[in-house]
């Protein structure tokens, strides 16, 4: 099976900056995602990675260590609308998305 | 983009009856089809995988007589919920990769109510 390991939960200001680690070990690699749930709602993409380094999209970045089994997402001048579930998600050998227990943000005043 | 459509968004049942939820992929071609369980507070754990004209996979654990799947074709997928317990009221979302499986395109969801 897979082990995909993300914290439960995080909380911190408005307009502060918070990351979010993930860690895996899975049966082969096919590159990892995060992801945002709102509570009731579907999983709305938010980065996907297959090589190591940095993507950064606005104020969101997404970092990957292939050989640490490592990823983190950043969110950067956070907003109230960014309380959220985030979830990391690996592709394994099979491309059976898997994913982690999810990161619940909280964003405060 | 790749959207799939997701129906119905929201049911409730009697114990004992039969649910089915469908998928379908609008402008692509979905060569596989991914069907999650979401419990409140928990992550997406993957069901079963199915294939267009195939038998579908189910993880452990997870009872093929009870949640049926049916890819008829490279556009629709289903899952039928059988004789519907209040333990199966739950979140199910499917999930479709294309022909060229770059991307993983998710449905809006069905949340289920078994009473």
């Known amino acids: 099976g897979q082990n995909i390991d993300q914290p439960t939960e995080m909380t911190a200001t408005e307009g502060a900056i918070v990351q979010i680690n993930c860690t895996y070990q899975t049966s082969g690699f096919n590159g990892l995602f995060w992801y945002q749930q709102h509570a009731g709602e579907a999983p709305t993409f938010l980065s996907y990675n297959v090589l190591d380094g940095l993507e950064e999209k606005g104020r969101f970045s997404s970092f990957l260590s292939r050989s640490k089994g490592y990823s983190y997402l950043l969110l950067k001048e956070l907003q109230m609308k960014d309380s959220a579930s985030y979830l990391c998600a690996v592709v394994p050998g099979d491309y059976k998305l898997s994913f982690g227990a999810g990161t619940t943000v909280t964003v405060r005043a | 983009g790749a959207v799939v459509s997701q129906h119905p968004s929201w049911v409730i049942c009697k114990s004992g009856t039969s649910v089915k939820i469908e998928c379908r992929s609008l402008d692509f071609q979905a060569t596989t089809m991914f069907w999650y369980r979401q419990f409140p507070k928990q992550s997406l754990m993957l069901m079963a995988t199915s294939n267009e004209g195939s038998k579908a996979t189910y993880e452990q654990g997870v009872e093929k007589d009870k949640f049926l799947i049916n890819h008829a074709s490279l556009t629709l997928s289903t899952l039928t919920v059988t004789s519907a317990h209040p333990e199966d009221s739950s979140f199910y979302i499917c999930?479709?990769?294309?022909?060229?499986?770059?991307?993983?395109?998710f449905g809006s969801g069905t949340r289920l109510t078994v009473v």
């Open positions: 999930s479709a990769r294309d022909l060229e499986g770059i991307g993983y395109t």
